[in-house]
């Protein structure tokens, strides 16, 4: 009888079970309990499991259309990167996420480089890379492309700095509260002109005096905490790189990197309810079926509508 009913499942119902699955997380061991409570339908783990192997095998509509998601990723005027832990097996392994204005691209790698960076946006990629200040971002293979670093991130980098230096003697904390100050006022200042509170030529003007700010802070004497030097230095190396302003002349970008990590969060909790990829033929079905699912989310579009237009 369970055979029978697994060889009579429509599309619109292994779309179900799929977003179940990768939108809302829940994990695979409990969405056949789940079908078993609401429709008295017995779908073992196993079955579920197939079902999205066959859906995103290669040479399939989905494998195609995740194609053609990562086309337009390389194509797109800025994209998000961040990535996150993941196990393939025994090995260690990492998620990243490509993310643009209306899509978003997962991927499954045993190594954890700028080659995997170079690989999702492409050897021709002409847009903005925003991330944070790991350092495979820093590679001389990613040299040519334009970068927009995370002020989110630098604030952090400057608040910890000035923690730790508020506990010893002098006021050398007050740097790292200057530098986090003038970047909070770049996305208070990027928030304004997307919510039209103030104008393109009020944002042009106000993101001069924030620039001169910050070349007042960096193009100093060598500061006297070892702490507020290596700050000083990083930051300015960036500034050099024309990586710390680049949405202050298009407000199109994004001055964070928040879109990539919210795109992730899913992912830390399946991480955290699952035991990740079995094995690589897992990875890439969970990948392809993610990005197709949260790329529907992003363009408001219906995830099951999506995955049951891909299996016919």
């Not at 970047?183 to 009020?202: A, Q, Y």
Request: hydrophobic share 40%.
């Amino acid at each position: 009888m369970r055979t029978l009913l697994l060889h009579r499942l429509g599309p619109v119902l292994h779309a179900t079970l799929q977003t179940l699955h990768h939108e809302l997380g829940l994990p695979v061991r409990r969405i056949g309990r789940v079908k078993d409570l609401l429709g008295g339908l017995p779908i073992t783990q196993g079955a579920i499991t197939q079902a999205a192997q066959r859906l995103a095998a290669d040479g399939s509509a989905l494998a195609a259309h995740v194609d053609a998601l990562q086309t337009q990723i390389q194509q797109a005027p800025f994209v998000h990167h961040d990535d996150t832990g993941w196990r393939i097996g025994a090995q260690n392994a990492w998620v990243g996420a490509f993310r643009s204005a209306d899509t978003v691209v997962f991927r499954a790698n045993l190594r954890h480089t700028n080659v995997e960076v170079r690989e999702g946006l492409g050897h021709n990629f002409a847009g903005v890379l925003i991330s944070d200040r790991f350092s495979s971002y820093d590679s001389r293979f990613l040299q040519d492309a334009q970068q927009q670093k995370c002020l989110a991130h630098l604030i952090r980098n400057a608040d910890e700095v000035a923690a730790v230096l508020q506990r010893q003697p002098g006021r050398g904390e007050l740097y790292g509260q200057r530098v986090a100050q003038v970047f909070r006022d770049g996305i208070r200042l990027h928030r304004e002109v997307t919510t039209g509170v103030c104008t393109r030529e009020e944002y042009a003007q106000q993101g001069e005096c924030l620039t001169l700010r910050l070349d007042a802070l960096l193009n100093r004497a060598p500061l006297k905490s070892k702490a507020n030097e290596r700050l000083r230095l990083g930051l300015l190396k960036q500034s050099v790189l024309d990586q710390l302003w680049r949405f202050l002349k298009d407000p199109d970008i994004p001055p964070t990197n928040n879109a990539a990590e919210r795109s992730l969060r899913t992912v830390v909790m399946a991480r955290k309810v699952s035991q990740c990829s079995k094995n690589a033929v897992g990875a890439q079905t969970y990948m392809r079926i993610k990005s197709t699912v949260e790329t529907a989310r992003l363009r408001g579009q219906d995830p099951v509508a999506v995955l049951t237009s891909l299996m016919r």
